[in-house]
């Protein structure tokens, strides 16, 4: 059980960071006066960096809580 919980804790550790990653570039770019960037191809509206933050943190406390749930399992 914790070989799972070990794999899937550092499963959501990378998927926080990815999102943190996506999060951080796409606040970076410079949104027009109704939010929106335009690059010749794609969309980017500014309120999804606050989604992608979202996730990113609730990534990072589900590896937190796995984390938890790994040490106190490995008390016993």
Same mark, same amino acid.
């Not at 410079?30 to 960037?37: A, I, L, R, V």
């Given at each position: 059980?914790?070989? %799972?919980?070990?794999?899937?804790?550092?499963?959501?550790? =990378? %998927?926080?960071?990815?999102?943190?990653? =996506?999060?951080?570039? *796409?606040?970076?770019?410079?949104?027009?006066?109704?939010? &929106?960037?335009?690059?010749?191809? %794609?969309?980017? &509206?500014?309120?999804? %960096? #606050? =989604?992608?933050?979202? #996730?990113?943190? #609730?990534?990072?406390?589900?590896?937190?809580?796995?984390?938890?749930?790994? *040490?106190?399992?490995? *008390? *016993?």
């Amino acid at each position: 059980m914790s070989t %799972v919980s070990a794999w899937l804790c550092g499963l959501c550790g =990378v %998927v926080s960071f990815a999102f943190a990653y =996506v999060a951080w570039q *796409r606040a970076g770019l410079p949104y027009n006066e109704e939010g &929106h960037y335009f690059d010749g191809l %794609v969309n980017y &509206h500014e309120q999804s %960096v #606050l =989604v992608f933050a979202l #996730l990113s943190g #609730l990534a990072l406390l589900l590896a937190l809580g796995l984390l938890y749930i790994q *040490r106190r399992a490995g *008390r *016993r």
